[in-house]
């Protein structure tokens, strides 16, 4: 078990008062609060060691250099890699995403190729593949889902045939919740001889990663969902799949040697680091997995499975003003949980919910497609971390209620279309 009470100190930002109401914070899938050690980490490698890293031969830029390749050891650790050296740290899942289909996508493909996708990807996993498809005359295929949010595997087995080299995938959807069975997703891959790419942006900040065990071929994440500083991600890469990867940002940092006619890439991970790196992000992001090592990631997820297994029991409360989108059982599926009002917009309750100082995110969630398959504009979605407490949950139904009662005068508010296209 955790010690909510013991981590929450831990976390300046929640004594925040937000409208004179203590905040509660419900968006952490779209990033994390960040406790002090992480903070501190980053001041203290500003404050005694900055430096650019792989350059200098004077201490600061050694102290720097092995802060920096430690840092990689620690993320290696976290999700059991099987060594430091498959680790490239980059900005986010995005920019993650972004490196393995160009990078391997531009190498690897050929017409004709098939290339499969679900229909919960986020945009920053979809997106790439669909550039580089369009480069390569690739075919690309989406995975359907069922109704009650779960990938559809039946589906799945029938996209995948002898053409696919790529399968993509979410471990856990930001919207719907749903945590993807990995291994017969890479089972079903794997037969046909297809690389997997698992975008572990909602997973790896919630659960226990193991890349080795899954078996999949390349993991993505991001540092600021996992409590770590923005503008940090990890590509996790099986060390035969990086090697078959050409360089795709390339400069600084990633060579050996370079003459007018040449280049000797770098050895792994800094072929694919190119130029100066986020050091303190990367410093900070491993204090970060430090920190929720120390917790315990089965700790976490257990954390998450009782908060939404108590959020379903008094959604109950509800009854028909609440929808509620994605699996029902918290075994299947993570701490985000999507929902609607009824006869209410959903900026309109976000909005509202924020006048209590909840921080919610409302819209597409970066993932439009899911969205038009479920037939809907858009959600509310609240979602948990390690700081969160079933007191929480209660405001939360409170605010809900007291929404819902002031339904009549709410429904007619303009609702401005702010950005949900991100
Ligand atoms: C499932 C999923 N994939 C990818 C991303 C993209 O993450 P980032 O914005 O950190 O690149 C997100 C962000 O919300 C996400 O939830």
């Given at each position: 078990m955790i010690n909510v009470e013991e981590i929450r100190k831990d976390f300046p930002i929640l004594q925040r008062r937000i409208r004179g109401r203590r905040l509660v914070y419900f968006d952490n899938a779209a990033t994390t609060q960040k406790p002090i050690q992480v903070i501190n980490a980053i001041v203290e490698y500003y404050s005694k060691h900055n430096a650019n890293v792989h350059r200098g031969l004077h201490t600061l830029s050694q102290e720097a250099s092995e802060m920096y390749e430690e840092a990689h050891e620690v993320i290696a650790k976290f999700i059991n890699a099987y060594s430091w050296d498959e680790v490239i740290f980059c900005f986010n899942t995005t920019d993650a995403m972004n490196i393995v289909a160009y990078a391997w996508g531009f190498k690897n493909l050929r017409e004709g190729d098939e290339i499969v996708l679900t229909v919960m990807d986020h945009h920053s996993t979809m997106l790439p593949w669909r550039n580089v498809a369009k480069?390569?005359?690739?075919?690309?295929?989406?995975?359907?889902?069922?109704?009650?949010?779960?990938?559809?595997?039946?589906?799945?087995?029938?996209?995948?045939?002898?053409?696919?080299?790529?399968?993509?995938?979410?471990?856990?959807?930001?919207?719907?919740?749903?945590?993807?069975?990995?291994?017969?997703?890479?089972?079903?891959?794997?037969?046909?001889?297809?690389?997997?790419?698992?975008?572990?942006?909602?997973?790896?900040?919630?659960?226990?990663?193991?890349?080795?065990?899954?078996?999949?071929?390349?993991?993505?994440?991001?540092?600021?969902?996992?409590?770590?500083?923005?503008?940090?991600?990890?590509?996790?890469?099986?060390?035969?799949r990086l090697e078959e990867m050409m360089p795709f940002k390339v400069g600084g940092d990633t060579i050996k040697d370079v003459t007018l006619e040449d280049v000797i890439w770098h050895d792994l991970p800094w072929r694919f680091e190119a130029g100066t790196p986020n050091i303190a992000g990367g410093i900070g992001l491993a204090e970060a997995a430090k920190y929720l090592m120390r917790i315990g990631m089965d700790n976490v997820r257990q954390h998450e499975k009782e908060l939404v297994e108590y959020t379903f029991k008094r959604f109950e409360e509800l009854g028909e003003d609440i929808t509620i989108?994605?699996?029902?059982?918290?075994?299947?599926?993570?701490?985000?949980?999507?929902?609607?009002?009824?006869?209410?917009?959903?900026?309109?309750?976000?909005?509202?919910?924020?006048?209590?100082?909840?921080?919610?995110?409302?819209?597409?969630?970066?993932?439009?497609?899911?969205?038009?398959?479920?037939?809907?504009?858009?959600?509310?979605?609240?979602?948990?971390?390690?700081?969160?407490?079933?007191?929480?949950?209660?405001?939360?139904?409170?605010?809900?209620?007291?929404?819902?009662?002031?339904?009549?005068?709410?429904?007619?508010?303009?609702?401005?279309?702010?950005?949900?296209?991100?």
């Open positions: 480069f390569k005359k690739a075919v690309i295929k989406y995975v359907d889902i069922t109704d009650d949010g779960y990938l559809n595997y039946e589906d799945l087995a029938q996209k995948i045939t002898e053409k696919t080299k790529v399968v993509v995938f979410p471990i856990m959807s930001n919207v719907v919740g749903t945590i993807n069975d990995a291994k017969k997703i890479v089972k079903l891959a794997h037969e046909v001889d297809a690389i997997v790419v698992a975008d572990g942006a909602q997973s790896v900040p919630h659960m226990p990663t193991d890349v080795r065990d899954m078996g999949i071929d390349f993991l993505g994440f991001s540092g600021h969902k996992m409590l770590g500083p923005t503008g940090t991600g990890v590509l996790w890469g099986r060390r035969d989108y994605g699996p029902r059982n918290p075994e299947d599926r993570g701490g985000v949980i999507s929902f609607n009002i009824k006869d209410l917009h959903h900026h309109t309750v976000g909005r509202a919910l924020d006048l209590f100082g909840i921080a919610v995110r409302t819209g597409m969630h970066c993932a439009h497609p899911l969205h038009y398959r479920l037939g809907i504009k858009g959600t509310v979605r609240a979602s948990y971390y390690i700081y969160n407490t079933r007191e929480e949950i209660d405001y939360l139904i409170e605010a809900l209620k007291q929404i819902i009662m002031l339904r009549e005068a709410l429904k007619h508010q303009p609702v401005e279309e702010v950005c949900t296209g991100t």
